[in-house]
């Protein structure tokens, strides 16, 4: 029986031809971590079953363990790699001081007595 990704807008599907192409991972029976799982997925009423998977593309190559014949997931490893709609997406602000902005104007003042070409030092010939 065939089973797709569980995140969203993915259309990988685990089957018997493409098992060998691609590596799906069950969700982990921590109950924390999948709750991480879960969260990272950003699937609003999303709750897993015993058959829910995601497949390899959802993670960092960090996060593999691949020194044994087996791909493994590292322990605590949570996928962070999703393509959302934007209205899922969230927005990084960044905040500065004033502080912070009135010390890159006084450097950017110094700059040009701070950074000076030195002139190279003769080597005598011995």
């Not at 960092?60 to 020194?67: G, I, L, S, V």
């Not at 960044?94 to 002139?119: F, G, M, N």
Request: glycine content about 4%; aromatic content about 8%; charged content about 25%.
């Amino acid at each position: 029986m065939p089973h797709s990704c569980a995140a969203w807008k993915c259309t990988n599907r685990f089957t018997e031809q493409t098992r060998s192409a691609g590596i799906s991972f069950h969700f982990p029976k921590d109950k924390a971590l999948r709750k991480q799982w879960e969260t990272a997925m950003r699937r609003e009423g999303f709750s897993t079953s015993p058959s829910s998977m995601l497949c390899s593309e959802h993670f960092r190559a960090e996060d593999f363990d691949r020194t044994g014949q087996t791909v493994r997931i590292r322990a605590g490893s949570v996928p962070s790699v999703f393509s959302f709609p934007a209205h899922l997406c969230k927005s990084v602000a960044t905040r500065t001081s004033q502080t912070s902005k009135r010390a890159q104007e006084l450097l950017s003042l110094d700059s040009p007595y701070l950074v000076q070409e030195a002139e190279p030092i003769p080597v005598p010939n011995l």
